[in-house]
C-alpha cells in the first residue's frame, strides 16, 4: 500500500530541543512504522508562506532517512484570512459583523483549503493508494476538497473544543491584574467569541464528513463524529517511543536536598503549564489535592512536583507556595525526573475536558507507577483499576491511593509492569501502525 501522509508537523525521533512536542515525536514513530511493515510511504508537510529552505527541511531530511520513508516537498498556504481583531477600526466592525451573520469563511479555521488541487497532484506522482492527515487541523483542511483518493483523518482533540471550554470557563483563565473592559464591552466581546466557536463548530463538521473515515485519539470524541453522522469512526489511541523497564527498586535513594532519607516522590503534573487541560489539572491539584493528600500523609515525607514550561493562569499562581509542593519548571532530563519517580500522578482529565494525553501513555511505556483521575476512563478505556493503574473520583481517594501506592511496594511494582504489558499491547507504534493499516485497508476496500 502506497500511503501519504499530511501533517503541519515536522517528524523528531527524540525530543532534543524545547518546542518538539509530543506530535512531532508521534509522527515520527507511525511513519517509521508504516514504513518497516512494508508499504511505501510519504510525508507531505504542510506550511504557511513562501519557499523558504531552512532548519525544518533538514529536520525533514534526517527523519525520512532514520525513518526510511520518502520525504516530499512541502506544499505552502496563503494564511491570510479576516483581519484581526487588533488592526483598525473597520476592520474590527467587519469582523463583528461577519461572526454576528456567521458568515465568517472556513478559511478562517481552515486556511489550507485551496491546496487541494497541489496535493492531488502531488499524490498523483506519488501513486498513492489513501492519504492520511495525523494530528493536523491544517492538513485535514486541505484534504476537504479532495475526492479523488480515500481520505482518513487522525483527530487528536476536537479542533475547537478547548476554545469552547475556556469560553465557558473564563474566570479561570482571566488574568485579574489586567485592566478590566467595561461590564457591556467584556459581555460582547464574549457573545462575538461564542458566536466564532459556533462557526468554528459548523466548520469543522463539513471538513470532518468530507473524509472517508475519521480515526481519533480519544474515545471520548468518538461520540461527537457519531452524534454529527460521520459513517465510519473509530478509536485507535496513540503512541510513545518504547522506553526501557527500570525496575522500581532501582531508584536513587537520596533526597533532592542530599540528606540519607528519601522522601516519596511524586510526580504531579508534566507539560506546558498554561494550556487547557493542564490549567484544570494543576487547579484539581492545588486546590483540592495537595491539601487531602497533606492529611493523608502524615508521618511520610513527600514531595509533589510539577513540572513544566511556561507559567500557570494568574487565578492559579497564589497556591504555588505551598509545603510539600516543588515548581520545577522545564527540565532538561525528563526522564530521569520520571523514572525516579514513586507515582505519577496524572489529573488533567479531572476537570471537563476530556482527552488522551501522551504523558499517560509515556507513563505506561516508561513502566511507571500510575494514579489517574477517573475522568481518564472516558478517554482511554483500557484502564484498569489495580492492574495498570489506581483509579480514584475524588480528593480523598486519589490521596489514598498515592499513599498506597508509596507504601506498598508489591502493589506499586505489579502496576508498572500492568501498564507496560497494556502500552505494548495497545499503544506502542506497531500497535498503532496495525489498526491504522486495518483501517486503511477497510477504507481502500469500501471505495472498490
Same mark, same amino acid.
Given at each position: 500500500?502506497?500511503? &501519504?501522509?499530511?501533517?503541519?508537523?515536522?517528524?523528531?525521533?527524540?525530543?532534543?530541543?524545547?518546542?518538539?512536542?509530543?506530535?512531532?515525536?508521534? !509522527?515520527? &514513530?507511525?511513519? @517509521?512504522?508504516?514504513?518497516?511493515?512494508?508499504?511505501?510511504?510519504?510525508? !507531505?508537510?504542510?506550511?504557511?508562506?513562501?519557499?523558504?529552505?531552512?532548519?525544518?527541511?533538514?529536520?525533514?531530511?534526517?527523519?525520512?532517512?532514520?525513518?526510511?520513508?520518502?520525504?516530499?516537498?512541502?506544499?505552502?498556504?496563503?494564511?491570510?484570512?479576516?483581519?484581526?481583531?487588533?488592526?483598525?477600526?473597520?476592520?474590527?466592525?467587519? #469582523?463583528?459583523?461577519? &461572526?454576528?451573520?456567521?458568515?465568517?469563511?472556513?478559511?478562517?479555521?481552515?486556511?489550507?483549503?485551496? &491546496?487541494?488541487?497541489?496535493?492531488?497532484?502531488?499524490?498523483?506522482?506519488?501513486?498513492?493508494?489513501?492519504?492520511?492527515?495525523?494530528?493536523?487541523?491544517?492538513?485535514?483542511?486541505?484534504?476537504?476538497?479532495?475526492?479523488?483518493?480515500?481520505?482518513?483523518?487522525?483527530?487528536?482533540?476536537?479542533?475547537?473544543?478547548?476554545?469552547?471550554?475556556?469560553?465557558?470557563?473564563?474566570?479561570?483563565?482571566?488574568?485579574?491584574?489586567?485592566?478590566?473592559?467595561?461590564?457591556? #464591552? #467584556?459581555?460582547?466581546?464574549?457573545?462575538?467569541?461564542?458566536?466564532?466557536?459556533?462557526?468554528?463548530?459548523?466548520?469543522?463538521?463539513?471538513?470532518?464528513?468530507?473524509?472517508?473515515?475519521?480515526?481519533?485519539?480519544?474515545?471520548?470524541?468518538?461520540?461527537?463524529?457519531?452524534?454529527?453522522?460521520?459513517?465510519?469512526?473509530?478509536?485507535?489511541?496513540?503512541?510513545?517511543?518504547?522506553?526501557?523497564?527500570?525496575?522500581?527498586?532501582?531508584?536513587?535513594?537520596?533526597? #533532592?536536598?542530599?540528606? =540519607?532519607?528519601?522522601?516519596?516522590?511524586?510526580?504531579?503534573?508534566?507539560?506546558?503549564?498554561?494550556?487547557?487541560?493542564?490549567?484544570?489539572?494543576?487547579?484539581?491539584?492545588?486546590?483540592?489535592?495537595?491539601?487531602?493528600?497533606?492529611?493523608?500523609?502524615?508521618?511520610?515525607?513527600?514531595?509533589?512536583?510539577?513540572?513544566?514550561?511556561?507559567?500557570?493562569?494568574?487565578?492559579?499562581?497564589?497556591?504555588?507556595?505551598?509545603?510539600?509542593?516543588?515548581?520545577?519548571?522545564?527540565? =532538561?532530563?525528563?526522564?530521569?525526573?520520571?523514572?525516579?519517580? =514513586?507515582?505519577?500522578?496524572?489529573?488533567?482529565?479531572?476537570?471537563?475536558?476530556?482527552?488522551?494525553?501522551?504523558?499517560?501513555?509515556?507513563?505506561?511505556?516508561?513502566? !511507571?507507577? !500510575?494514579?489517574?483521575?477517573?475522568?481518564?476512563? =472516558?478517554?482511554?478505556?483500557?484502564?484498569?483499576?489495580?492492574?495498570?493503574?489506581?483509579?480514584?473520583?475524588?480528593?480523598?481517594?486519589?490521596?489514598?491511593?498515592?499513599?498506597?501506592?508509596?507504601?506498598?511496594?508489591?502493589?506499586?511494582?505489579?502496576?508498572? @509492569?500492568?501498564?507496560?504489558?497494556?502500552?505494548?499491547?495497545?499503544?506502542?507504534?506497531?500497535?498503532?501502525?496495525?489498526?491504522?493499516?486495518?483501517?486503511?485497508?477497510?477504507?481502500?476496500?469500501?471505495?472498490?
Amino acid at each position: 500500500m502506497n500511503i &501519504l501522509i499530511l501533517s503541519e508537523n515536522v517528524p523528531f525521533d527524540a525530543v532534543k530541543q524545547k518546542g518538539v512536542s509530543a506530535v512531532n515525536i508521534q !509522527l515520527f &514513530l507511525v511513519t @517509521r512504522e508504516l514504513s518497516a511493515l512494508g508499504h511505501k510511504v510519504g510525508l !507531505l508537510t504542510v506550511r504557511e508562506g513562501g519557499a523558504v529552505v531552512g532548519p525544518e527541511d533538514e529536520q525533514l531530511s534526517d527523519a525520512g532517512e532514520k525513518g526510511q520513508f520518502d520525504i516530499l516537498s512541502p506544499v505552502y498556504f496563503n494564511g491570510k484570512s479576516l483581519p484581526k481583531n487588533n488592526i483598525g477600526i473597520v476592520n474590527r466592525v467587519m #469582523r463583528a459583523v461577519a &461572526l454576528l451573520l456567521g458568515a465568517v469563511p472556513m478559511r478562517e479555521f481552515y486556511p489550507a483549503m485551496n &491546496l487541494g488541487s497541489e496535493i492531488t497532484k502531488r499524490a498523483y506522482r506519488f501513486d498513492a493508494d489513501i492519504l492520511l492527515s495525523f494530528l493536523s487541523p491544517l492538513a485535514a483542511g486541505a484534504m476537504a476538497t479532495i475526492s479523488t483518493y480515500p481520505k482518513i483523518i487522525f483527530q487528536g482533540d476536537i479542533d475547537f473544543g478547548s476554545d469552547r471550554i475556556r469560553l465557558d470557563h473564563e474566570s479561570l483563565f482571566r488574568d485579574s491584574t489586567a485592566s478590566r473592559k467595561s461590564q457591556m #464591552r #467584556r459581555r460582547l466581546a464574549q457573545y462575538l467569541y461564542r458566536r466564532r466557536i459556533q462557526r468554528f463548530s459548523a466548520c469543522h463538521r463539513h471538513m470532518s464528513l468530507c473524509a472517508d473515515a475519521l480515526v481519533t485519539a480519544s474515545a471520548n470524541n468518538c461520540h461527537y463524529y457519531e452524534d454529527i453522522g460521520h459513517p465510519k469512526v473509530a478509536y485507535v489511541g496513540t503512541t510513545w517511543t518504547d522506553q526501557p523497564f527500570v525496575p522500581a527498586e532501582n531508584r536513587t535513594s537520596v533526597a #533532592r536536598d542530599g540528606s =540519607d532519607e528519601r522522601p516519596f516522590k511524586i510526580i504531579g503534573h508534566v507539560g506546558l503549564l498554561n494550556m487547557t487541560a493542564s490549567t484544570f489539572g494543576l487547579a484539581y491539584l492545588l486546590q483540592e489535592v495537595m491539601p487531602a493528600l497533606r492529611r493523608e500523609m502524615q508521618g511520610y515525607r513527600f514531595e509533589v512536583h510539577i513540572i513544566g514550561d511556561g507559567a500557570p493562569v494568574e487565578p492559579l499562581r497564589r497556591y504555588l507556595k505551598q509545603e510539600n509542593l516543588h515548581l520545577r519548571g522545564y527540565v =532538561d532530563d525528563l526522564d530521569s525526573e520520571l523514572y525516579d519517580s =514513586d507515582v505519577f500522578l496524572f489529573l488533567n482529565n479531572a476537570g471537563p475536558f476530556r482527552a488522551i494525553f501522551s504523558r499517560q501513555i509515556i507513563s505506561w511505556a516508561m513502566g !511507571l507507577c !500510575l494514579v489517574a483521575h477517573a475522568g481518564s476512563r =472516558d478517554a482511554m478505556p483500557e484502564l484498569a483499576h489495580g492492574e495498570n493503574a489506581l483509579i480514584g473520583s475524588t480528593p480523598e481517594e486519589l490521596s489514598k491511593l498515592v499513599k498506597r501506592a508509596c507504601l506498598d511496594s508489591e502493589l506499586n511494582e505489579k502496576l508498572r @509492569r500492568g501498564g507496560r504489558a497494556s502500552f505494548k499491547e495497545n499503544f506502542s507504534p506497531l500497535a498503532l501502525s496495525k489498526k491504522l493499516i486495518s483501517l486503511m485497508e477497510d477504507v481502500i476496500s469500501q471505495r472498490g
